[in-house]
């Protein structure tokens, strides 16, 4: 009897512990597992106003929306805009504001969620059009009265106009069909007076308040942590907290990776070599490295290209180099696993567009255009200085451009120099050429005709200082029509003329590689290289 009582003595002891810990348990949850995205570049801000680079648009679309947005489909879809109607010339667009869009809870004001109203797209927008504003250009070109404001002749902007408390109206200069496009773009992000006033200086940095799925907590050294904004319009029952992540070094983020330290990180191509093999166009990580590691592969809206300084090359020496190049042997030492050859500036990503531009090396072409340059220049070696830096494989793209035209008699001379220091040369038009890629936000081709190859576009992102009047009227007229196909058509006109000009030479695109730990699911990006992380979840 005295063993029974013992054993029903421990049991109920058993038990009462039992309840204990489940009740302290449910009551002290352990934290959930953050998501953590490794970049290989640091973010000094992510004010839409600097989103100048792809690293800083990539947390910025996380914080901020604008009005419209690109999605996971790469669709023009409304943000903090239900909808949108224009007039029929297509200079007027009024535009509808979402019901239940807030802006997230921020310290520096000690203020909950309010709502957005219209007096904020107002203020937004006439803040975009600040002179330093990365997102000023292609906004300023179409919108009635920016340009007043920026000289200072005005000091509001005439073109922006509350309707009522939910309605917006754009009244541009010239007919934009595609107005709803062009501000699709975290750049375009919806911010509050209020708070960029408190902050000053430290927006972007220290303080960043949006609208968007998920709001900034803190700067900690290398890491941007931001967490889920539960009022969030659109929802989303993914994880609760989302870092950012600056490893330089691709050795150290794919060990990170593998270690389970990183959850996810964008691949460059030398972190390709021996993890992904390429079969067609279909890639896979390599059966080794299955168990820690999963990839998603996805086309992008992006171009590797050759930049001439269009005024200061010779034309014939940059037609010869046009034509001497063989995109597929610089493919192979720079891009093997993810590049395709292009020839032309348009992504192929981009939907519905139909390239007229060929990808065709003709050295016969090269040396009769190399001929025309000597006889303008008896005696002269042909030669140019190529500026290449250590971002996106630019400097074993020059090593292949330098061997590839020295068989022809063109001298190559490269010179190495920092992102940071390539991008002042391009500022103050002191180069002859140079290697580098542009990562575009936008998805129509038109805009991308529009924001890097007109006069108005020079120095950033225009780099080549490519102006010419009649390019600049016939991608004008790309916007005048609600004819889609009529307007794509045209633009591969356009496009061809650009590449026959030989403003640089476009070499190839490439996939974006996303390398990620098994056990995440949900993720998704957009050809913009925008994660869209709402529905993002552990297994």
Known sequence: MKKVTAILSVAIVVGIAAFFLARNSAGSAAPERPLIIGFENDVPTFDPLALGNVFALRVGSQVFEGLTRLDENNRIVGGVAESWVSSPDLKTWTFKLRDGVKFHPNSTLQESARTVTAEDIIYSFTRMLSKAAVPAGPLASVLKGAKEYQDGSAKSVSGLRVVSPKEIEFTLIRPDALFPGRIASPAYGIVSKAVIDAAGTNFGQSVAVGTGPFQFVERRGNDLVLKRFKEYWGGGAGVDSVVFRTVKEDAVRLAELKAGRLSATYATAPMLDGLVERNGDSLRVKESEAKSIAIQAYPVFNTYFLAFNFPK?????????????????????????????????????????????????????????????????????????????????????????????????????????????VIGNIQKGDFESLVIFFEYQYSLPQLILENFFTSPAVPLPNVFYYQKPENDAAVAALFSTRDERSSLDQAAVVEKAIVDDAPGVFLFQTRQVILLSPDLEGVRFNAANFPILTKAKWK
């Open 313 to 421: 090359v010779d034309p014939d020496l940059r037609q010869a180099i046009a034509y001497a190049l063989d995109r597929n042997e610089i493919i192979a030492a720079a891009f093997p696993v993810s590049g395709i050859p292009a020839a032309g500036p348009i992504p192929l990503a981009c939907a519905s567009y139909q390239t007229k531009v060929k990808d065709t090396r003709d050295l016969d072409a090269a040396k009769a255009s190399l001929n025309a340059y000597k006889s303008k220049h008896p005696g002269v070696t042909p030669r140019i200085k190529l500026l290449t830096c250590e971002v996106a494989q630019s400097i074993p793209i020059g090593e292949v451009i330098q061997s590839e035209l020295k068989p022809l008699g063109i001298e190559v001379d490269l010179e190495q120099q920092s992102f940071n220091a």
